[in-house]
């Protein structure tokens, strides 16, 4: 659907210093997918965003949206494919001085629609979006949610095949997130229209998304299925990112038990174990299997299940109490039976 191949960035500064927001970045997006493009402010999301509808021309690369090479085309027929990927933003950009049905009219508009086709078209985008009451009111009347929907009927008006979200919800309280996330989510259901989601926050990722790209300075620096993202994060970009939500970071109770593990049992011998397993792939239970085996005790301090599109992921932090060999055989032990390890270091 949305083909992104080699794309360069380089912006020139009026002093002439070159800096390069892109760097030789490729992604494949297929047909009916949510897909993420998650980074900390700076990495170039936004730059990339932009490139799928050229509002951004790539300095090198091409841009390839069903089928066509965007780049090649003349400034009519972009007009034409831009009609066919809609946009919204992290502050609307709706008009004061309209109303919301005007607000959600203008793209037809603009295209010489008849007014009785633009009625025909708006009336049930308005009520897609659960607007219906206030359709003539002036966006200074709406909530901030509100004033997405109505971001969100209108990128909708010209029948787009692909909606392109910049921080869409960055502007938004988390419960009117996780509501205007599940708007796009059944938008993406329903109408078969392919979301590009851009954010800095891994919870929207989690909520929606099947598949994501991580970026960091220009660059893609890990991509995948969301699930195994969030189970087996590669980079450090993304272990901080997960960080976010995954609340990673260790509580204070924690650390005290383990501190007193280590006075009880000596330093070498206490360790501090991550684990994170995908539902269904680990049939076995692993680790009453190795406390068995290796004849050690694994003390659960914490544990979470997420659902992260229909999958489940497991996480537990486990306090080992073994001797060095042995310990490290059991962790081994659980490894080989499909769950990720992570030693916590410096606590
Ligand atoms: N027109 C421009 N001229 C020069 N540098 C730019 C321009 N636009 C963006 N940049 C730089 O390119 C880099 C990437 O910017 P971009 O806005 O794409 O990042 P982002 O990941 O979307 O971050 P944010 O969420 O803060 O917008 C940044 O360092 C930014 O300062």
């Known amino acids: 659907m949305i083909k992104l191949e080699h794309i360069t960035q380089t912006y020139v500064s009026p002093d002439g210093t070159a800096f390069d927001a892109l760097k030789d970045v490729s992604i494949h997006i297929r047909s009916g997918e949510i897909f993420g493009i998650i980074g900390r402010s700076g990495a170039g ?25 965007l780049t090649k085309l003349s400034d009519d027929n972009l007009r034409k494919v831009r009609r066919s990927i809609g946009m919204i933003f992290q502050h609307f950009n709706l008009l ?21 086709q633009i009625r025909e078209k708006i009336t049930p985008l308005i009520h897609l979006v659960g607007l219906d009451e206030h359709a003539n009111k002036y966006p200074s009347q709406l909530s901030g949610g509100q004033k997405q929907r109505v971001g969100i009927a209108r990128a909708l008006a010209n029948d787009p095949k692909v909606l ?19 708007l ?34 220009g660059e893609i620096v890990e991509e995948g299925d969301v699930i195994d993202i969030f189970a087996r994060p590669q980079s450090e970009t993304t272990r901080a990112l997960i960080g976010q939500v995954m609340a990673r970071d260790l509580p204070q109770s924690i650390v005290d038990t383990v501190n007193a593990s280590r006075a009880l049992n000596g330093r070498d011998n206490v360790h501090l174990l991550h684990l994170s397993f995908i539902g269904g792939e680990v049939t076995e239970p692993v680790i009453s299997l190795a406390s068995r085996e290796f004849g050690i005790n694994f003390n659960i301090l914490r544990g979470t299940v997420d659902d992260l599109q229909g999958r489940t992921l497991g996480t537990l932090t486990l306090l080992v109490v073994a001797p060095g060999e042995t310990y490290r055989k059991a962790v081994e032990f659980i490894r080989d039976r499909g769950v990720l390890v992570e030693e916590i270091q410096n606590v």
């Open 45 to 69: 999301k936004s730059t990339l965003v932009r490139c799928i509808n050229l509002l951004n021309r790539p300095t090198s690369g091409s841009v390839i949206v069903d089928g066509q090479d």
């Open 96 to 116: 004061s001085s309209r109303t919301v049905y005007d607000n959600i009219a203008l793209p037809l508009e603009l295209t010489g629609t008849p007014k009785d």
């Open 164 to 182: 392109l979200s910049d921080e869409a919800t960055s502007a938004l309280d988390p419960e009117t997130t996780v509501a205007t996330l599940e």
């Open 184 to 217: 796009l989510k059944r938008i993406n259901q329903e109408l078969g229209v392919t979301i590009v989601m851009i954010t800095h926050e891994m919870n929207v990722v989690k909520q929606i998304c099947g598949r994501v790209v991580v970026m960091n300075k």
